[in-house]
């Protein structure tokens, strides 16, 4: 079972940066994309940005211009570098593997991401 561990998050205040970074256990195959979702409270999960084994990325436009998501294969790490935050920000943020042959998709167990403002 793949398994994915964050780490970063924590406080920031408005305006400042945070990194986070998620590393899996495994890679069952290359075809597979990474990428951070969040949830605030009350609200449905979303995407934040996500990035394909080819280094495509893709980010939600609240997020364009100001966060950042990279990734290095040999590791299996993504990392996420989060500037310019706002309050609106704060969430759990969660890592996810999406695996493309043999389909499956494995969550990270989430790190806390709060933005004072």
């Known amino acids: 079972q793949v398994q994915l561990v964050e780490s970063g998050g924590g406080l920031a205040q408005a305006g400042g940066s945070l990194r986070l970074s998620c590393a899996a256990s495994?890679?069952?195959?290359?075809?597979?994309?990474m990428g951070w979702y969040r949830q605030a409270p009350g609200k449905q999960r979303e995407l934040v940005a996500i990035?394909?084994?080819?280094?495509?990325?893709i980010y939600a436009n609240s997020v364009k211009g100001r966060f950042t998501i990279s990734r290095d294969n040999a590791k299996n790490t993504v990392n996420l570098q989060m500037n310019a935050l706002k309050p609106e920000d704060t969430a759990v943020y969660y890592c996810?593997?999406?695996?493309?042959?043999?389909?499956?998709?494995?969550w990270g167990q989430g790190t806390q991401v709060t933005v004072s403002s």
């Open positions: 996810k593997l999406i695996v493309l042959v043999p389909r499956g998709d494995y």
């Open positions: 495994e890679i069952i195959s290359s075809l597979n994309t």
């Open positions: 990035i394909n084994s080819s280094g495509s990325p």
